[in-house]
């Protein structure tokens, strides 16, 4: 059975920091590019960072500068660091398993709320 649980989300002021957790189950860990999307209430569902498993990292043009992605394998645990928080940064954030060849898993996601 596959898992990804997210936690990390709250409640932060503009201008301040949160790191999200993702913690896999049931995958090789190892294997998948790992990746944290967010959706806004009436807006679609993006992609705001990625890590290959080589580590090479990729960030929606918003986020660059301000969010980190990582990963730490021996834990099968993808993180992502959250700085200089904006009210526009407010979603669900989810957490997304993917090797390319089979289906994706997903997490059931995690709200961030950043007051202006």
């Known amino acids: 059975q596959v898992q990804l649980v997210e936690s990390g989300g709250g409640l932060v002021q503009s201008g301040g920091s949160l790191r999200l957790s993702c913690a896999a189950s049931?995958?090789?860990?190892?294997?998948?590019?790992m990746n944290w999307y967010r959706q806004a209430p009436g807006k679609q569902r993006e992609l705001v960072a990625r890590i290959l498993s080589s580590g090479r990292t990729n960030y929606t043009d918003s986020v660059k500068g301000r969010f980190t992605i990582s990963r730490v394998n021996a834990k099968n645990t993808v993180y992502l660091q959250m700085n200089n928080l904006k009210p526009e940064d407010t979603a669900v954030y989810y957490c997304n398993a993917d090797n390319f060849v089979v289906r994706p898993y997903w997490g059931q996601g995690t709200q961030v709320t950043v007051s202006s």
């Open positions: 049931g995958i090789l860990f190892n294997l998948y590019s």
